[in-house]
């Protein structure tokens, strides 16, 4: 069902995403490593899961959203265990492995050198695909190189990678595959980008749902939601679903979804500490005027907090980029998902 708000796993399920699925696919036979990019909710942990159901490929997946904050390496092998260990082909590595051990209380690990361990767990995956879904959040790994391993999968095993990211500045400054200092330099790879719908197809997609639940919204709803909500295929999954269980008003769906979103954003402003009230007043400036160039943003976030220095707005707005909050196009900036935006004017970020 198209309004089913999970992930979806099959075909039948994922709308109109025929050619990034089709580009997926071949690459899981094709490519040593695979990155599935996209701003939140565009559907990217449904396409690699339809993708993996459709290759029949064996596979590991790994949410990397599950990690605390400032994760160790005990928590990422804790979570690639668990989240394994629905697999018995998988739940046979374990066994193997006399340095992991589970129990009630959770993944144990025996052994002196962490890394070490990832390293063996990893090689005893084979011709398998690893998953690492929001990878850019193992930044936050301390005293680990990620991209050093990922090459050394790359380039000494046969487990295929796949690394998906809604924060793609961040994954690409992460990753450095474009950086001669960069463990990943020079490694070929895929990339599957997804998009927003065109309005024709959101308004099909809306349609299509709706008939798979036997409700029959006046078009006049339709055509309001897409204009709120955009091409996003999870909020207009979001608004189909509140609708067929019986929340007619728009408007309150939207405020949900604009205080759910606005969780998320806060928290992702958190990392900025005493400088969190800059980085609101130029969301705040954006917002407010749909399209803002640099001088208008800096001229609001000035009559809000007083003096601002040049350098200090231009990394306020790289890293709002880098994250995927804002984009810049033609020398103005925007923010780039419509209920970010809702949630921004109705200050439910701050």
């Keep these: 069902m198209l309004f089913d708000p999970a992930p979806k796993r099959s075909r039948d399920d994922l709308f109109n995403f025929e050619n990034e699925l089709r580009q997926f696919v071949q690459s899981l036979t094709m490519d040593r490593l695979i990155l599935v990019t996209g701003l939140r909710r565009y559907g990217k942990t449904s396409l690699i899961l339809t993708g993996l159901s459709e290759a029949k490929a064996r596979h590991i997946y790994v949410d990397c959203r599950l990690l605390p904050n400032n994760p160790t390496m005990r928590d990422l092998i804790g979570l690639m265990v668990n989240s394994g260990l ?16 589970v129990g009630v209380f959770g993944v144990r690990l025996r052994v002196r050198r962490v890394g070490e361990g990832l390293v063996r767990l990893i090689e ?3 011709e398998s695909v690893l998953v690492l879904d929001e990878a850019q959040l193992l930044r936050g ?35 450095g595959l474009h950086k001669p200092d960069s463990p990943l330099f020079g490694r070929a790879y895929r990339e599957v980008r997804l998009r927003p719908l065109s309005e024709d197809e959101a308004i099909e997609f809306l349609r299509l749902g709706f008939r798979q639940v036997g409700i029959e919204p006046p078009e006049a709803i339709i055509h309001e939601a897409i204009k709120r909500l955009g091409g996003v295929v999870g909020w207009l999954t979001y608004f189909g679903y509140n609708y067929a269980r019986g929340m007619r008003d728009l408007e309150a769906i939207i405020d949900d979804a604009s205080r759910l979103i606005a969780s998320e954003v806060n928290k992702m402003l958190d990392v900025y500490s005493v400088a969190r009230a800059r980085y609101v007043a130029v969301l705040n400036a954006v917002a407010t005027l749909g399209k803002a160039n640099w001088t208008s943003i800096k001229n609001i976030v000035e009559a809000r907090l007083g003096k601002i220095p040049d350098t200090t707005l231009n990394n306020i707005l790289r890293n709002l980029e880098r994250v995927g909050v804002i984009a810049k196009t033609n020398k103005e900036y925007t923010i780039t998902d419509p209920i970010t935006r809702e949630a921004i004017v109705r200050g439910y970020v701050k």
């Design 124 to 126: 005893e995956l084979g």
């Design 86 to 101: 629905g697999n018995g082909w998988f739940r046979d590595i374990i066994r193997s492995l006399d340095f992991i051990e």
């Design 141 to 175: 790994i301390k005293g680990f190189n990620i991209p050093r391993l990922l090459a050394y999968i790359y380039d000494h095993l046969k487990t295929r990678v796949v690394l998906s990211g809604s924060e793609v500045g961040l994954l690409y400054d992460f990753l």
